[in-house]
């Protein structure tokens, strides 16, 4: 029995699609299952965390401060794109982090957020004034 030579040729075309497509969803799937790197800064009056977050909209992005800890959520979408196939879907689309701040030194209701055009993530969170700080304050 002989086989079809159209259909090797079809095979072979078609393994490093899907090699590739398992590829790009296994490198979507350790994205989404790493927790989003991020750097802490922090001044006399506040800490700032950065975070990536490219491909991101304001509203995709969740964040919120839970006992000291900051925790933030981006659910990306993919626009469809018209004409175009999807050959490597390698971007995660749910990614997860968290930095752990001290919650005695930080006042999360005055927190603020601001997701640049370049999809950087700022985080802002103002500390608490200690009470050595306060009278450093006021002997001066």
Known sequence: MRSD???LGDLTRA???IVLERLGRVTSR???ESPLPADVLESDEEYRVVLD???ATASDVQVQVVDGELEVRIDRFRPFNEGFEMVFPGRGLEL????????NA????????TLTDYGTLVVTIPK???NDAANDTAAV
């Open 5 to 7: 030579p159209r259909a």
């Open 15 to 17: 393994v490093p699609e």
């Open 30 to 32: 350790v994205q989404e």
């Open 53 to 55: 977050a490219p491909g």
């Open 96 to 103: 997860d982090g968290s930095v752990s701040l001290p919650s």
């Open 106 to 113: 930080i006042r999360p209701d005055s927190a603020s957020a």
């Open 128 to 130: 608490t004034e200690t």
